[in-house]
C-alpha cells in the first residue's frame, strides 16, 4: 500500500490529484484542506494552511487515520497556495505579504517537517512534492509576494534536500512546476484589473487559446512521474520538460 497526502484539495490541482490517486486501491488518500469531510474527500483533515501552529494537531490526525498501516511509499504533495495580493509591490500591504508568504513558504516547510516525522517508521520510501510555478524563475509585475515566495520554496526544497541527502536516504524532496493549467486562480488571475497586473492580457489568451491544460490531465502526469520514481531528491522540475 502507498500512502498520498495532499493539501489544497478543494478545487484545481489539489481536487484533480485527490481524484486521479484514489482511483488506485493500492494508494490511501488523505487531504488537509480548510473544508470538512465530503463523499469526494472521505478521509480530509481539516486545516487552514495560514494557521502555522494547527499544522502539527492536523498531521496527529492523519497519524490516527493510519493506525497500525505500513507502506512501500509515502508522498506529501505541498499543493495549497495562493496567488494573492495582486499589485505593485508599493501598493501591497504587510498582512497580505505575511500571508502569501506564510501559505506559499512557511507553510509547505512546517507541512514538510511534520510529514518526515509521521511517515519515518511506516514507510520504505518517502517522498515530498512542492508544487511550484514558472514565477519562481521568471519575474512578474504586480507578483512580487508570489515571485518571491515561490522562489524561496525552490530554495528551501534544495536546502532540505541536503538535508535528505546526509541525514535520511529514504526521504526525497523536490519541487514540480505544473504549467499553465485551467483552474479557478487562473480566472481570478484573468478578472484582475490590467492597472494591478499588467500581463493580464497574456492570461487571458491562454484562455482563449485553448493553452490551458485540464488539471485531471496534469494530476494524471504527476501521478505517473511519482509512480515513474522520477521526481528524484533535490530536483526543481517542470513538468512540461518531463512530459514532452
Known amino acids: 500500500m502507498n500512502l498520498a497526502i495532499i493539501t489544497g484539495t478543494t478545487k484545481g490541482i489539489g481536487a484533480a490529484l485527490r481524484d486521479v490517486l484514489a482511483m488506485d ?10 473544508a470538512p469531510a465530503t463523499t469526494e474527500s472521505p478521509f480530509n483533515v481539516t486545516l487552514d494552511v495560514s494557521d502555522l501552529g494547527a499544522i502539527e494537531a492536523a498531521f496527529a490526525s492523519v497519524v490516527g487515520r493510519m493506525g497500525d498501516q505500513r507502506f512501500d511509499r509515502a508522498v506529501l504533495i505541498n499543493n495549497a497556495g495562493v496567488v494573492s495580493p495582486v499589485g505593485a509591490f508599493d501598493k501591497i500591504g504587510a498582512t497580505e505579504t ?7 513558504v512557511a507553510a509547505p516547510m512546517v507541512l514538510s517537517r511534520q510529514f518526515a516525522l509521521a511517515t519515518r517508521r511506516i514507510a520504505a520510501q518517502r517522498l515530498i512534492v512542492n508544487i511550484s510555478s514558472g514565477a519562481a524563475k521568471r519575474a ?4 512580487s509576494a508570489y515571485c518571491a515566495a515561490k522562489a524561496g520554496l525552490e530554495m528551501a526544497t534544495r536546502a532540505a534536500a541536503l538535508d535528505a541527502s546526509r541525514n535520511d536516504p529514504t526521504l526525497s524532496i523536490c519541487s514540480l512546476a505544473p504549467g499553465v493549467v485551467d483552474t479557478p486562480m487562473q480566472g ?22 485553448g493553452v490551458l491544460r485540464d488539471a485531471h490531465d496534469v494530476a494524471r502526469d504527476i501521478a505517473a512521474l511519482i509512480a515513474g520514481g522520477r521526481l528524484t531528491n533535490g530536483g526543481n522540475f517542470d513538468i512540461r520538460e518531463m512530459t514532452q
Open 25 to 34: 486501491k493500492n494508494n490511501i488518500v488523505i487531504t488537509l484542506s480548510r
Open 98 to 104: 505575511g500571508h502569501s508568504l506564510i501559505v506559499n
Open 140 to 143: 512578474v509585475a504586480g507578483w
Open 188 to 209: 481570478l488571475i484573468r478578472d484582475t484589473n490590467e492597472t494591478e497586473f499588467p500581463d493580464v492580457e497574456r492570461f487571458r489568451a491562454m484562455k482563449a487559446d
